[in-house]
């Protein structure tokens, strides 16, 4: 009986596997000696095709988050991986500058030998897109959504400045003494624009190495291309006639059919009341249109067709394509940048497979194709003077409050050795509000630590949607 058993028995295998042959990964695991259970859930078996054995880019190509190093003069270093700066920090060789983007700077001299890093910026009304790329990876990555209430704020402190005014009947007039002062002037909501630009460009350029920037200014111009010296009306005559008009309209309608919403299809410059009733060629009267929606439109107005909101979205000015005419050249001027033009951006993105973002724009601009892509940030803007107007009884606001709370929301601080968000102020600045995901407490100022205020640029984690899934894990498909 005991022969029997024995013969029974397998013989045991050899499961010895080559340190050089990446064909033969498998999904063995020391759960599989288990005698309890016949299958080992979660387990994944990787790919066995010839594909394997090609070179793959450094680090990997999953997403690998960069801690941003400072020497110890304040000059950027290149990169490294948390666990490198973990050892630093536990070492005591460096110190944390700031949480985000996480950052430290070492408590050493260290050689200063960087690569050569590129970033692109691709500069807009409502967001930016940034990327800092190298030959091998994406360092930062990441859109800014700015403000765009400035021109609201602007008015309203207008007025509030003229009510003050009038009060002091004793003093001279000063309405002709804010006159420009020579050189080029802006509105003071597209000189914050300009700035906005600028500090961005400064934010990154002070915890990276950036040896160069490249700016998206415009759509490329084929007539200056042909002949540098066109100019006026000859604009108007060409075999690309129209095509800025195109352009302008494409960027109106989010690059969709004005009617029935779709994308990525041929779309075709449509009349909304047609010329053969009177309608114009100007812009207030032109629409973006498939070529389906266009001929069951035929001789109907946008009304009669069933949809009024395009005659409405047509009238709307486009302030994005307004502000980038307005301060491109001055953009590049102030920064010492290199230009880029949209057409190239756009050829180059399409040719990699890389979904449409400000963010990939960047990722693109930058000389981006297929590095490993990083992280994506979210930057916000947030507003560091909280001397708002007081409101009185009756809903009035007669008066800014004089005294500066030295905390607001937005600012992250430390309570019970855990981090939490300021998410409101009240006492007159004495109690905070604060929050750590559904948590929300009621403190006194005296017991919390400030970490981190919430001013400027604010640097968070997040995905866009508007990404395909191998770029935001990392992989350009």
Request: hydrophobic content about 30%; proline content about 5%; charged content about 25%.
């Amino acid at each position: 009986m005991s022969n029997i058993k024995n013969k029974q028995k397998l013989e045991r295998r050899n499961t010895y596997t080559p340190t050089d042959a990446p064909q033969v990964w498998g999904n063995c695991d020391s759960s599989l000696n288990r005698e309890e259970t016949l299958s080992v859930p979660n387990l994944k078996t990787l790919s066995n095709n010839p594909d394997v054995d090609l070179p793959q880019p450094a680090g990997g190509l999953k997403a690998v988050m960069q801690v941003f190093i400072l020497n110890m003069d304040g000059k950027p270093l290149m990169p490294c991986k948390p666990a490198k700066a973990k050892h630093l920090l536990k070492e005591h060789k460096a110190k944390i500058v700031q949480h985000s983007p996480f950052t430290i700077q070492l408590l050493w001299q260290c050689e200063s030998d960087t690569q050569d890093v590129i970033l692109g910026i691709d500069s807009g009304y409502k967001h930016i897109g940034f990327s800092a790329v190298t030959a091998q990876r994406e360092l930062l990555f990441g859109e800014v959504t700015a403000r765009i209430d400035m021109p609201k704020l602007n008015i309203e402190k207008s007025m509030y400045r003229g009510k003050r005014r009038n009060k002091l009947w004793y003093r001279k007039p000063r309405f002709l003494n804010r006159g420009r002062k020579g050189g080029e002037w802006f509105a003071p909501s597209i000189n914050h624009k300009l700035e906005t630009h600028i500090r961005l460009i400064e934010k990154i350029k002070s915890i990276i190495p950036v040896s160069r920037v490249v700016i998206e200014v415009a759509s490329f111009d084929t007539h200056k291309m042909k002949n540098p010296e066109i100019s006026g009306v000859e604009y108007q005559h060409g075999e690309l006639m129209g095509y800025k008009i195109r352009e302008y309209l494409l960027e109106k309608f989010q690059r969709k059919c004005a009617y029935c919403g779709k994308e990525n299809v041929p779309l075709e410059i449509e009349h909304i009341t047609p010329k053969s009733r009177g309608g114009s060629n100007t812009v207030d009267n032109l629409a973006i249109a498939c070529h389906s929606c266009n001929q069951k439109k035929n001789n109907l107005t946008a009304e009669e067709f069933g949809h009024p909101e395009v005659r409405n979205e047509a009238s709307n000015t486009l302030k994005d394509s307004a502000f980038m005419n307005t301060v491109r050249w001055k953009l590049k001027e102030l920064t010492g940048a290199d230009y880029s033009f949209g057409y190239m951006t756009k050829k180059n993105r399409i040719l990699y497979g890389i979904d449409k973002s400000h963010a990939n724009d960047a990722f693109v601009i930058a000389g981006g194709n297929k590095q490993v892509r990083s992280p994506v940030y979210g930057v916000s803007q947030r507003r560091r003077n909280n001397r708002t107007p007081q409101l009185n009884r009756k809903g009035f606001r007669p008066s800014i409050r004089r005294k500066r709370y030295s905390m607001q929301p937005g600012d992250i601080v430390e309570y019970n050795n855990s981090i939490w968000n300021v998410s409101g102020v009240h006492n007159y600045g004495k109690r905070v509000v604060i929050r750590d995901g559904d948590k929300k407490m009621d403190v006194n100022i005296k017991k919390v630590k400030m970490v981190r205020y919430g001013k400027g640029l604010q640097f968070k984690f997040r995905f866009l949607p508007t990404l395909m899934d191998g770029v935001s894990s990392g992989v350009v498909r």
